[in-house]
Structure formats: structure tokens, C-alpha cells
């Protein structure tokens, strides 16, 4: 099986970990490199979280590029340690580096990108779960990525669920929604997961108690959920521990498309005012000439939840 090359930008983050563990965990993938960006923390923090994940993975052979602090026209009003907790890792600690060699390469992740991906025509697969800053940054140092990238497949947007930061906004897009419009506007190979999907796809505490039991991965998710999971239950009232899946969701699609289902529409993303950030898909095929993107609207949770949490289960063992 030739293994699909991913490039995968993040903000670690507890679900950002629990994707990248996935990817690692998973023979479907090879893990080709590692950007991050602002979004649950600063980029400081996810920059340190990525570096920290990777070395307690054994992966310190996959490079980390370090990325955008900020929003590209807006100021950085929001980062999410209300969610993530305060080292956006659950609050286990991590307020350092583990080891003192552990450091990004001297690229910013935006030039990263725009080269790994030209070097290999039709073969990388980015997967971007954050703020989508080092994505247009690197479109606009490199138009020619358009037809050069495999895929982008992005957790962020949403079609018809509503918003998760405001009433129509999922966090990623608001976070730089004018970073999301050039992506949207590039005319990209480009799959939306949105909130469609991963607010279907819950974890509780059955597939949290069974990682606690299984290898050093799944003992790891284990450990910086809690926070997270108290996160929901303040926000939204779940029962059980329950949690929504939006990066490892993001994720499982790139291992198993087939698990999935959407609609090809033309999108808008709006910029500014009450809307800000929001995904407008054109479901009526009459409204909108921009580009289309894949937007996935159908899933079969149990299934994704449960991939997650083999997968998990049976890395580091
Ligand atoms: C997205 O926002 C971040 O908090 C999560 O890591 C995820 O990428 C969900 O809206
Ligand atoms: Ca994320």
C-alpha cells in the first residue's frame, strides 16, 4: 500500500494532538512535516506543543516549520486556553520544552509548505486544522500550489450546524477569515470538514476509559482530555464526558475517505462584521461562481470514533 504524504498544520491543542497521534499511529499515512500556527494558543505555545508531541511520539525525525503569530489583517483578539487549558494541552504541564535540542527548522511554515509541496507534484496531502494564516501565506509566495497540492483538507466552516464562536462561525475561520478567503478563493483541490460533521463524531468517557488501559498513546489522549471534556460540558452540557472530534475527525477522513459523504459547492467566506467567519455554500447551485470546495456533510460516527480510538488504542502499545 503506498502510503498518502501528509503535511499537517496545526495549533496544538488537545484534539490538534489527538490528529496528530492519529496520523502517526495510522500505516495509511506518512507524516511528511509539521507547520504550526497561532489558534488555541499562541504560536509559541502550539510551536512547543508540536515540538513535545513529536519527541514523546519518538517521531523527532519529522521537521516542525514554526508559523504565523497573528491573523493576516486582523489583530490576534482571541486564543483558547479556556478550552485547551492553560499550556493548551489539558493543563498537564507543559510550559517547556521536553528536551533542549528539541527545535523548529530555521523556515517559516508558510515557505515550508509552498516548497515541500512543489517538490513533489500531485503527492502532498495538507491537512490544516488551525487558523488557516500559513496556508494563504504560503498561496501567496506560490500561486502554482493550486495545481501542484494532491488535496487540502481543512477542519473548519460550516454549512448548516451553527457556529462554535459566534452563532454562524466555526473558531478556525474566524480566527483569520481573511487568511480562509484566500483559501477559498484559490480554486484549491479543497475538502471542507466543518462542524457538519465533526460535532456528529463524539468521544465519552467509554472510548477515554478504554485508552486509559491501552498503549502510550491512548494513555496520553487519556491524559489531556479531562480538561477538555469539562470544556464541553460547560459550553454545551454533555453528558458522559462527551466531546466533539474536530481535528481527529479531520484526520480520519484523510485515512478513510469512504466514511464520509458531501457536496461539491461554490463557497464564500465572510470577512468582516457579525457574519465574520462564516462559510456560505450555495446549496442551490444558482448564487455563487466562486470556487467549489468538498464539503462533507454525512458520516458514520460510530465508525469514526471507533477508528479513533483503535487507532489510539494500539499505538506506542
Ligand atoms: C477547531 O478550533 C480549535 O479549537 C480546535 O483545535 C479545532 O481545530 C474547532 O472549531
Ligand atoms: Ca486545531
Known amino acids: 500500500m503506498s502510503r498518502k504524504r501528509i503535511l499537517f498544520d496545526t495549533d496544538p491543542g488537545v484534539d490538534d494532538a489527538m490528529a496528530l497521534l492519529l496520523a502517526l499511529a495510522s ?3 506518512e507524516v511528511v512535516g509539521v507547520t504550526t500556527v497561532f489558534g488555541n494558543s499562541t504560536v509559541e505555545a502550539t510551536t512547543r506543543n508540536a ?4 519527541h514523546f511520539a519518538g517521531r523527532t525525525d519529522i521537521p516542525v516549520a514554526r508559523g504565523a503569530a497573528r491573523p493576516m489583517v486582523l489583530p490576534l483578539d482571541r486564543t483558547a486556553e479556556h478550552v485547551h487549558g492553560e499550556d493548551a494541552m489539558g493543563n498537564i504541564g507543559w510550559h517547556a520544552l521536553l528536551h533542549p535540542d528539541l527545535k523548529p527548522i530555521d523556515r517559516p511554515a508558510a515557505q515550508f509548505i509552498a516548497a515541500t509541496i512543489m517538490a513533489h507534484p500531485g503527492e502532498i496531502t495538507l491537512v490544516a486544522v488551525g487558523p488557516l494564516t ?6 501567496q509566495l506560490e500561486p502554482r500550489l493550486v495545481h501542484a497540492v494532491r488535496e487540502v483538507v481543512i477542519m473548519g466552516g460550516t454549512v448548516s450546524t451553527p457556529g ?13 477569515p481573511h487568511a480562509a478567503a484566500v483559501v477559498f478563493n484559490a480554486g484549491l483541490p479543497l475538502t471542507m470538514v466543518g462542524l457538519d460533521v465533526t460535532m456528529q463524531v463524539k468521544m465519552d468517557d467509554s472510548h477515554f476509559a478504554r485508552l486509559r488501559q491501552a498503549g502510550r498513546f491512548g494513555q496520553f489522549v487519556a491524559q489531556i482530555v479531562p480538561f477538555y471534556q469539562e470544556a464541553h460540558r460547560r459550553r454545551y452540557g454533555y453528558p458522559n464526558g462527551q466531546i466533539d472530534t474536530h481535528d481527529p475527525s479531520a ?6 475517505p469512504s466514511l464520509f459523504a458531501g457536496e461539491r459547492w461554490s463557497m464564500t467566506v465572510v470577512t468582516d462584521g457579525p457574519a465574520r467567519g462564516m462559510t456560505i455554500a450555495d446549496r442551490r447551485r444558482r448564487f455563487l461562481n466562486t470556487p467549489a470546495a468538498y464539503c462533507l456533510m454525512h458520516v458514520d460516527a460510530p465508525r469514526v470514533a ?11 502499545a
Do not use: K
Open 51 to 54: 515540538l513535545n508531541l513529536l
Open 306 to 316: 471507533q477508528l479513533i480510538t483503535e487507532r489510539l488504542a494500539a499505538a506506542g
Open 134 to 139: 500559513n496556508v494563504a501565506l504560503a498561496l
Open 164 to 176: 462554535n464562536v459566534s452563532p454562524v462561525a466555526e473558531a478556525n475561520l474566524y480566527a483569520d
Open 27 to 29: 500505516p495509511e499515512l
Open 251 to 256: 484526520m480520519a477522513y484523510a485515512i478513510a
